[in-house]
């Protein structure tokens, strides 16, 4: 049987290494609208300047909701949001009973690759204060350079993707599975963090 030490002299005597404490993310200033997914993310909000993906088992399960209060702030700054390629026309009663001010809201219509470059465009533009997309089996160098262009024009993007892409790696600071039954929330990676073991409840 070994010699029992006390750990305060190997570290004084130099022979373990002592890591330093990170630095902790700053405060985001673009907080999501929803006080518990704010509380689990390590900036308190959306990542800035980067790619968040929301994964959805399928369309209409009010995944737009989770944007919403975002929108209604960046479009109440006068900040342009665009939609590029989503699945359904949007309805505007529903965005202006949400507070998103339409005359700051664009869509693009196009499929495919030109969807992805539409999107990585208005990114990088810089104009923008977000941009949502749902790129069609977008591939992990696509979503790198939507992550590159978010950066590039310090802009919040959004990609809303199939719910069984999380199975594959993603360049994206951040990805969230929404759940239709039941309605909740479930962060799958955050940039700075862990993510946490519970879902988090969506109030309909």
């Known amino acids: 049987m070994g010699a029992v ?3 305060d002299t190997l570290l004084n005597e130099r022979r373990v290494w002592k890591g330093q404490p990170g630095a902790q993310p700053a405060g ?4 999501t609208g929803l006080v518990a997914l704010d509380r689990v993310l390590p900036g308190g909000g959306w990542p800035e300047a980067a790619l968040s993906e929301i994964l959805v088992p399928a369309t209409g399960l009010g995944e737009l909701r989770l944007l919403w209060p975002t929108l209604a702030r960046l479009t109440a700054s006068a900040e342009r949001v665009v939609l590029v390629a989503p699945p359904h026309i949007p309805y505007p009663q529903a965005w202006q009973a949400a507070g998103v001010d339409l005359r700051w809201l664009a869509l693009v219509e196009a499929s495919g690759r030109d969807a992805l470059w539409a999107a990585e465009q208005c990114l990088r533009s810089g104009s923008c204060g977000a941009v949502l997309c749902w790129p069609q089996q977008a591939d992990d160098r696509a979503l790198r350079r939507l992550q590159v262009a978010a ?9 809303y993707r199939p719910l069984d892409a999380a199975f594959n790696p993603s ?14 929330l479930r962060v799958l990676k955050c940039r700075g963090g862990l993510p946490p073991a519970n879902p988090i409840a969506l109030v309909r």
Not at 28 to 31: A, E, M, R
Not at 151 to 159: C, I, N
Not at 171 to 181: E, Q, T
């Open 151 to 159: 950066e590039t024009g310090q802009t919040l993007a959004f990609a």
């Open 171 to 184: 360049p994206a600071a951040l990805r969230i599975a929404v759940d239709g039954l039941p309605a909740q």
């Open 28 to 31: 985001s200033d673009q907080p």
């Open 5 to 7: 030490v006390a750990l």
